[in-house]
Nanobody, 121 residues
Framework: QVQLVESGGGLVQPGGSLRLSCAAS????????MGWYRQAPGKHRELVTL???????NYADSVKGRFTIARDNAKNTVYLQMNSLEPEDTAVYYC???????????????WGQGTQVTVSS
């Protein structure tokens, strides 16, 4: 079993900042990519950002220059620093990890339970 637990969501005013964290735990042999997706009401889930094990990153155009992803491989943890938040950033943010479980198998997708981010005055 692999669990992803997010923290750090909440309510923030436009222009403000939030930092999300996601820790992976359980029967983990290796983690490839980690990242964040989000889903706003009435919309499909969309990619926000991904980071490879070696630190290569990619971002959705809508968050470039405002959001920064980082990871700590020793802690199996990924972070998302969100600055200059806009009302359009309001969504449930889901942590993602491509995990190879202990005991063999293959890499497969794992998701956190989601954390709400609301940007409003």
């Amino acid at each position: 079993q692999v669990q992803l637990v997010e923290s750090g969501g909440g309510l923030v005013q436009p222009g403000g900042s939030l930092r999300l964290s996601c820790a992976a735990s359980g029967s983990i042999f290796s983690i490839n990519a980690m990242g964040w997706y989000r889903q706003a009401p009435g919309k499909h889930r969309e990619l926000v950002t991904l980071i490879s094990r070696r630190g290569s990153t990619n971002y959705a155009d809508s968050v470039k220059g405002r959001f920064t992803i980082a990871r700590d491989n020793a802690k199996n943890t990924v972070y998302l620093q969100m600055n200059s938040l806009e009302p359009e950033d309001t969504a449930v943010y889901y942590c993602y990890a491509d995990v190879w479980p202990s005991g063999g198998g293959r890499f497969s997708d794992h998701w956190g339970q989601g954390t709400q981010v609301t940007v409003s005055s």
